[in-house]
């Protein structure tokens, strides 16, 4: 007989105490879901491999979610479940609120979070961030930090080679050590931060606890001309393409770029233009002198 898929299994119990808890039977809750009973038996022993349509229905009529139903994290325990019940529906400003006051609580960065001398630039390759980021260390005086390079430091190889030889899951747990580090070491610095380190959360819940951020904006246009001036070629053998993958990278990032404090567009002037207005809006964050 064939052993039992351990995930199936755990899905399927995990249905069975939702069922229970909601005092459903496994008739009721079939004709709520509009599924089969024996469907549904084989769902609950861990012998049915539902397809994602069928686990919406269930989930709906057990009035959960589906990260309830197949187990993230916050449905690890009754406390889990009431704080998403009570963060659920919530606007963006009372979760970022939220956030703050748990940093506080935890000791992780609360409502002094990105209050730091250290800056860190974030946003898309041909932002400006190494540019600017140089000649803002040179005038605060700070150490300028490319956290590219710490990286490519504690790996003993390239970016590109630290992916293709160990995977995107290796440059992450390099990325957040380099971060780590360089925020341990520079109790002022000027960091100029990879694009994609907004994808992993943690990571960047450090980043906004211990730095002062900044999002230096671009038009996708812009980023494409001066990825291309460093010598990247790559886009110039399907232009059309890599200029939609780049527009579908922004807006899928763009909301936690904006979680920055400062917002500087480096395409509406010239460099020293957005040289000067970036130092006064810096200097003012920081409380130094213009």
Request: hydrophobic share 45%; with cysteine.
């Amino acid at each position: 007989m064939q052993e039992k898929n351990p995930f199936l299994s755990a899905l399927g119990e995990r249905v069975r105490a939702l069922r229970s808890r909601r005092g459903m039977t496994r008739k009721a809750l079939a004709l709520v879901a509009d599924v089969s009973e024996r469907h549904l038996a084989n769902l609950e022993y861990g012998v049915g491999n539902a397809s994602i349509l069928v686990l919406l229905q269930v989930a709906g009529a057990l009035q959960c979610s589906l990260g309830e139903l197949v187990s993230d994290v916050t449905s690890s325990s009754p406390e889990w479940l009431l704080i998403r019940e009570l963060l659920g529906q919530r606007d963006e400003a009372t979760l970022q609120r939220v956030r703050l006051m748990i940093g506080e609580i935890l000791g992780t960065g609360g409502s002094h979070a990105g209050s730091g001398s250290c800056v860190a630039l974030v946003g898309l390759r041909g932002a400006g961030k190494s540019t600017l980021g140089q000649m803002l260390a040179e005038d605060l005086d700070f150490p300028f930090v490319e956290l590219s390079r710490e990286i490519e430091k504690f790996a003993g190889c390239s970016v590109s080679e630290i992916q293709a030889l160990y995977g995107i899951n290796a440059y992450r747990r390099y990325e957040r050590r380099a971060l780590e580090e360089a925020i341990q070491i520079y109790p002022e610095a000027v960091i100029a931060v990879p694009g994609g380190l907004v994808s992993d959360a943690g990571t960047f819940n450090q980043l906004l606890s211990h730095c002062s951020t900044v999002w230096l904006q671009a038009d996708p246009e812009d980023h494409m001309k001066r990825v291309m001036a460093q010598g990247d070629l790559r886009p110039m053998a399907a232009s059309q393409e890599a200029m939609a993958d780049l527009k579908g990278i922004l807006a899928g990032r763009a909301a936690f770029y904006a979680k920055a404090q400062l917002r500087i567009d480096t395409s509406a002037q010239p460099l020293a233009a957005t040289f000067l207005m970036l130092r006064e809006q810096v200097r003012r964050l920081l409380q130094l002198p213009a």
